[in-house]
């Protein structure tokens, strides 16, 4: 068995496609790692005399000095520590209010009150919430949609088939390699990501910060109203197994699609569809009213990009328990999941070679 799961995991490794898209990233990567922009250099020394707890004197100068640069970006970027003590200093949040879907105030379980620099990891969460999922897509894809149909094209399936191996064992091969090929995706993503940010910032200060006072994208704190208590590298762990997981369902997703298809195109075409329009729907179209918002909250890209898994307290009452969004969302996707494999085991042992 375990001879079977690498014979069919370096198949996976070995396309001509995933290695000319590997190479692209690692490009791109590079290429980001010498581009000069301010909000990507390390300014923790402009952090230094303002760092500890936010008093009224570090918020009217804060107060004094924005007025004067205004909110344009070219001005935020070096001058982020005002930015970030205006926005955590109490008259801001007495006079900020958020509200929820339904109307009610959001409340802030973690309140910040301290000012510490932590800017590299605003940039790692980041990665994943957006370039890192695109990346993960496109590998999977790439990868797993031809791992059954290109059986069906070869015509090999029905060989594969009547194998002294048997049925079950082959699906169980191909599926634990390509699970295999996807944590080994996120690992090298992860590694490289990480190795990035460690150049270009010389070091990943704030790792014990709460995540409520990182800022993603640099100036929009995304977790200002999270009810979870996690430093930003606790965080961070928890993101990235959460995307794993989120790819390791993806990837199943494409199996049981690439077991229907009798091309890996068609494989590919298909499942960058199931994950593309619900994006198209909810992200760009903004069809997400009634109903249609409750598909949003569970849609499959959420759970690989994460963030809003953990962004807001949100809680929904199903047959009388009161279940947090993000226990409710893995117990969909987990059932989900675990009829997607079915699926697939039944359909490869059931199914003609498609003519």
Known sequence: MIQLIRYEFVKIMMRKSIALTFAIFLMFLVAYSFVQHVGLSDASEDYRPYEG????????LA???????????????????????L?????????YTSYDENGQIRTRTVDVTDIHYNKPWGYLLEYIDQF???????????????????????????????????KSKLVTAKLLASMIYIVVCVIVFAGVNLQVYWLRFGHLAGADTPIQSVAMYFDTFYYEFSPYRFTALQYYIVQLLTHAAG???????????SVLSSTPFIAVSVSAAIVGLPYLAYDVLNLNSGWMRWLESFQLSTMIRVTRLFKYDVHYSVLGLNLSYFTLYMAVISLFTIGVVVFTYRTFRLREVFS
């Open 53 to 60: 707890p936010i008093t009224q004197e570090k918020a009217n």
């Open 63 to 85: 107060r004094d000095h924005m007025q004067i640069i205004g909110l344009n970006n070219e001005y935020i970027y070096p001058n982020g520590v005002f930015y970030d003590i």
């Open 87 to 95: 926005n955590f200093s109490p008259e801001t949040k007495n006079n």
């Open 132 to 166: 890192g999922t695109v990346f993960m897509i496109i590998f999977i894809l790439l990868g797993l949609a031809p791992v059954f149909a290109n059986e069906y094209a070869l015509g090999t399936a029905s060989l594969l088939r009547s194998s002294k191996r048997g």
């Open 247 to 257: 790819s390791l369902v993806f990837g199943c997703i494409v199996l049981l699609v």
